[in-house]
T-cell receptor, first 111, second 115 residues
């Protein structure tokens, strides 16, 4: 089955850039997503990328996709304390339409 | 647009009772809704996919008789945890989609505690 993996924890200083990485196994993934989850809350869609794209930028967020290596990354520029949360990457494929989540990366932003 | 309301936000129930969780799409018609379970500090595990008017499709290892899902209309899906036990305590999250290519909108989650 599909497998999506992420590093568990990342700590950065306020103002620095954060890079959260994700690897996936399903080569038929059509859309890849990044979600943010704050404590006790649901998921907030941050951005997504279609599988035929290499990069997508949206304000402070930059998504890079290396389809050959099945590697996805999320870069947050000028990281703020309000960015502290858990970040999940997720993939979906044409055939099943199910959204499969990675293990989540806990981002801690230090003042 | 694309707002999903999930109720209740939290619930405490006694062992052996049943609990119903509602997931409503407020401003769009959701042809497909998904139910996830999340244990503390873990990822979201897909439990089942439900399409309006048809039976839910459960993931392997999820008990159909324990977790009853009803998707009676294009704006409402319910998850009923029957005969709840302490091991059913978890954070349950729904998501809704109007179709392929439209993305997924998540509810705010329900924290269930069974005592």
């Amino acid at each position: 089955g599909e497998d999506v993996e992420q590093s568990l924890f990342l700590s950065v200083r306020e103002g620095d850039s954060s890079v959260i990485n994700c690897t996936y196994t399903d080569s038929s993934s059509t859309y890849l997503y990044w979600y943010k989850q704050e404590p006790g809350a649901g998921l907030q869609l941050l951005t997504y990328i279609f599988s035929n794209m290499d990069m997508k930028q949206d304000q402070r967020l930059t998504v890079l996709l290396n389809k050959k290596d099945k590697h996805l990354s999320l870069r947050i520029a000028d990281t703020q304390t309000g960015d502290s949360a858990i970040y999940f990457c997720a993939e979906t494929e044409d055939s099943s339409y199910k959204l499969i989540f990675g293990s989540g990366t806990r981002l801690l932003v230090r003042p | 647009g694309a707002v999903v309301s999930q109720h209740p936000s939290w619930v405490i129930c006694k062992s052996g009772t049943s609990v119903k969780i509602e997931c409503r799409s407020l401003d769009f018609q959701a042809t497909t809704m998904f139910w996830y379970r999340q244990f503390p500090k873990q990822s979201l595990m897909l439990m089942a996919t439900s399409n309006e008017g048809s039976k839910a499709t459960y993931e392997q290892g999820v008990e159909k008789d324990k977790f009853l899902i009803n998707h009676a209309s294009l704006t409402l899906s319910t998850l009923t945890v029957t005969s709840a036990h302490p091991e059913d305590s978890s954070f349950y999250i729904c998501s809704a989609s109007r179709g392929v290519g439209y993305g997924y909108t998540f509810g705010s989650g329900t924290r269930l505690t069974v005592v």
